[in-house]
């Protein structure tokens, strides 16, 4: 949803971990974080979150890692499109061709003066990034919202629609904005996010979302063969007299969308307003046709973690299954789900968890946990806490936010990032770990900081501060690459060798990173 701030917070884990790595660095406010693995180079990581900037109100922040989020270099804010503009719900996904791209909103969230989804790119990993492209405006739906939520996914198929942009989004929680019926929305690419076309609705005739739900949030995924898909909630008693999830498939870029029924009736979703409730669709590298779609339910009486999988695209679909292994029909309330497959078909999902609570509510100490299915298991393993100390309730969690963390599989390996106040504020950490072991290969890295380097332009040397000489110093290129690694002997770098251009560097002392971009003319 649209938001201003919004907090996760964690607890003790019942397994031994590392501590969690720091990834931001902000002194107020730091929140709702998504994490990108390059397919090409499972070492670079790329983050992006919510974060307070002086003079921006809150914005988007991004940051990098090369050696698999050990260290991550000095956060980019971006600008805001209009100066008294708010940012949120920000997205990333690389295409085929190693391509970054971020999507978010930037809106005047006062008044809703203006609107738009915004989208920019990055040729050098995420080290800089364009100018923005906007994917859609508050003016392309009148009487609606429709800048919310905007989840962008990429076709990286290799097949002939390879590289198409797909970004869906549902309208604002104003209801004196926004008038029904309600729509889920759909905005395509065609040219690699040049341009996008008219924004169109996912629904239709016969699978309407209806005027009951003002926000109707699809989750999109694009398959390993390219087809686009994306699961919406929907309420319309002409079509159905029970709530239903409906799925919009294409194989035309969304040109022409066949819908069929995920589930109607009344055990999908939770009742309780508080819950981070969105539900999640992920599409498996590795089957065409196997599709997983994650969300709460009530059904024994607390609010759990479930899911329905299909191996036909979307056919016919399994029971549900539930996820999180605490004992059945306890009260407690899990939510703020998250799922992703590896390209084998391993299948990871993590959720915040209240079983260790001493009660039932919503305000009990939480914990995030994850489970793991194997490629040749029918059955998850046993779920475990990858947190790694605990943090009770704070009140700002009954606020509207907080609604998402992100996870990300790859070879074998977790990631999990989520927002934390252990350090006094709310800033942004990583979790790394082998699904088989369960073995943590990070420590935690507590801040990051950022120096001056003199002269900057230079074409010979360039002087650190003095507290640094006697440190490893790393430069990398305008395209990520680490390409000089040496010990700081004096307070000089001798950059006469390298080439004309822009560079970052990172010397690590102690359990800092300090960092800073140059230029070598």
């Given at each position: 949803?649209?938001?201003?701030?919004?907090?996760?917070?964690?607890?003790?884990?019942?397994?031994?971990?590392?501590?969690?790595?720091?990834?931001?660095?902000?002194?107020?406010?730091?929140?709702?974080?998504?994490?990108?693995?390059?397919?090409?180079?499972?070492?670079?990581?790329?983050?992006?979150?919510?974060?307070?900037?002086?003079?921006?109100?809150?914005?988007?922040?991004?940051?990098?890692?090369?050696?698999?989020?050990?260290?991550?270099?000095?956060?980019?804010?971006?600008?805001?499109?209009?100066?008294?503009?708010?940012?949120?719900?920000?997205?990333?996904?690389?295409?085929?061709?190693?391509?970054?791209?971020?999507?978010?909103?930037?809106?005047?969230?006062?008044?809703?003066?203006?609107?738009?989804?915004?989208?920019?790119?990055?040729?050098?990993?995420?080290?800089?990034?364009?100018?923005?492209?906007?994917?859609?405006?508050?003016?392309?739906?009148?009487n609606q919202l429709c800048v919310d939520r905007p989840w962008m996914v990429i076709d990286r198929s290799g097949g002939i629609h390879?590289?198409?942009?797909?970004?869906?989004?549902?309208?604002?929680?104003?209801?004196?904005?926004?008038?029904?019926?309600?729509?889920?929305?759909?905005?395509?690419?065609?040219?690699?996010?040049?341009?996008?076309?008219?924004?169109?609705?996912?629904?239709?005739?016969?699978?309407?979302?209806?005027?009951?739900?003002?926000?109707?949030?699809?989750?999109?995924?694009?398959?390993?063969?390219?087809?686009?898909?994306?699961?919406?909630?929907?309420?319309?008693?002409?079509?159905?007299?029970?709530?239903?999830?409906?799925?919009?498939?294409?194989?035309?870029?969304?040109?022409?969308l066949n819908h069929t029924i995920v589930y109607q009736g009344l055990d999908f979703g939770a009742q309780n307003n508080l819950l981070k409730r969105g539900a999640l669709l992920k599409a498996d590298p590795s089957n065409a046709d196997h599709l997983a779609y994650f969300f709460l339910s009530e059904i024994n009486d607390g609010a759990d973690v479930y899911f329905i999988e299909t191996f036909n695209s979307g056919v016919t679909w399994s029971t549900m299954k539930r996820i999180n292994q605490d004992p059945i029909a306890n009260g407690k309330l899990q939510d703020l789900l998250w799922a992703d497959f590896d390209s084998d078909g391993d299948l990871l999902v993590c959720w915040r968890d209240r079983r260790n609570g001493l009660g039932t509510s919503y305000a009990e100490t939480t914990e995030i946990y994850a489970a793991v299915r194997h490629k040749d298991s029918i059955n998850f393993t046993s779920d475990y806490a990858i947190s790694s100390q605990q943090i009770q309730?704070?009140?700002?969690?009954?606020?509207?936010?907080?609604?998402?963390?992100?996870?990300?599989?790859?070879?074998?390996?977790?990631?999990s990032i989520w927002g934390d106040v252990r350090s006094g504020s709310l800033k942004i950490y990583l979790h790394k770990w082998n699904i088989f072991s369960q073995v943590s290969t990070i420590s935690e890295i507590p801040t990051n900081e950022t120096i001056q380097l003199f002269p900057n332009p230079s074409n010979l040397l360039i002087q650190l501060p003095q507290h640094l000489i006697g440190e490893t110093y790393a430069i990398f290129?305008?395209?990520?690459?680490?390409?000089?690694?040496?010990?700081?002997?004096?307070e000089f770098i001798d950059i006469s060798g390298l080439a004309k251009g822009g560079y970052t560097l990172q010397i690590q002392k102690d359990k800092f990173l300090y960092g800073a971009k140059f230029i070598k003319d």
């Open positions: 949803m649209i938001k201003l701030f919004s907090f996760i917070f964690l607890s003790v884990s019942s397994i031994t971990f590392s501590q969690n790595t720091l990834v931001s660095s902000g002194n107020l406010f730091e929140g709702e974080p998504y994490l990108v693995i390059n397919p090409q180079n499972q070492q670079h990581l790329v983050a992006a979150w919510m974060g307070y900037q002086l003079n921006q109100k809150v914005c988007i922040k991004s940051a990098v890692s090369m050696d698999g989020g050990n260290n991550w270099s000095s956060p980019i804010a971006q600008n805001h499109e209009v100066a008294t503009n708010s940012s949120a719900d920000v997205s990333l996904a690389f295409n085929s061709s190693g391509e970054l791209f971020m999507c978010y909103i930037d809106y005047d969230n006062q008044q809703f003066s203006n609107g738009q989804v915004i989208i920019r790119k990055s040729v050098d990993g995420g080290f800089n990034w364009s100018t923005s492209t906007e994917v859609l405006n508050i003016t392309d739906c009148p390879d590289g198409t942009i797909y970004i869906s989004a549902m309208n604002a929680k104003q209801p004196t904005l926004v008038t029904p019926p309600y729509h889920p929305y759909l905005s395509v690419s065609k040219n690699g996010g040049l341009s996008f076309e008219t924004p169109r609705y996912l629904d239709s005739l016969n699978y309407l979302a209806g005027s009951s739900i003002p926000q109707v949030m699809p989750s999109p995924v694009v398959s390993a063969n390219g087809t686009f898909f994306a699961i919406y909630p929907s309420y319309e008693t002409t079509q159905s007299m029970f709530p239903r999830y409906l799925l919009a498939n294409s194989t035309s870029q969304g040109l022409s309730h704070d009140s700002i969690l009954e606020s509207s936010g907080n609604d998402f963390m992100n996870t990300c599989l790859m070879n074998d390996t977790a990631y290129s305008s395209n990520g690459s680490c390409i000089v690694k040496k010990e700081v002997l004096d």
